[in-house]
DNA sequence: AAAATCTATCGTATATTTGCGATAAACAAT
DNA sequence: ATTGTTTATCGCAAATATACGATAGATTTT
């Protein structure tokens, strides 16, 4: 991909509410955040149970949605529980809501 | 791509806001409808001004808002008259809130 | 020590996205 | 009729996303 300027300077709310828009753009992660909205927490095995897709594929998709900043994983071996990360979860609330004004 | 099931049914609502979440999902186009929401509608030349994209560019990301639904053209020759699709917004914003809680 | 459980990551294939320049299409003005 | 203006679309290239099976790593249980 060819760019016709170095690097366009968005603002950093532009940039953040985008970011979270992109995690938010798949059905898959609306469902696993739905999921965790109401359970509050949940095991990458639960969801595996609970959705038609492989575990490598669910695996992938947590790993969005942590990268984006909207959910975050302890580790409580032998497994993870993964839950909502309330902080950036506020920002991302705020952030939309501003944006639709 | 291989699909372990035919198709996966979300829920309507999960599909239309992971839609609306992935025509969000870019920089440039949440600085168009910014763009769009203060000046109420605009025309095509305006972004290419604003906006250091090519003007193909800018009509593409111009052509997936309008595919999402987020806006709407109005031909007005030789130009066409972009405005936020004042119904789908509406729904996006109750979708994203009720999403948030 | 061995087996079982759980999850991340690697490698691969395909689809989609993002960007550009060039061109086409639609209309207005000359 | 020709020219200019405005915007969409085509064709291309590179990057990213989506899905899978296989495998590796960590920890618990046996």
Redesign the pocket.
Known sequence: ?????EH?QYTDDTETLARFA?AL??P??ITILQYLEKQSCC????L?DVL?????????????L?NAGLIQ?E????????CIHQENWKIAKRLFKSFFE
């Open positions: 991909m060819k760019r016709s300027l366009i992109k753009g798949h898959t992660r095991f990458t095995g639960d595996v038609p897709f492989s575990q490598s594929t669910i695996s992938q998709h947590l790993k969005e942590k994983g580790v409580n071996p032998p497994k993870i529980k993964y």
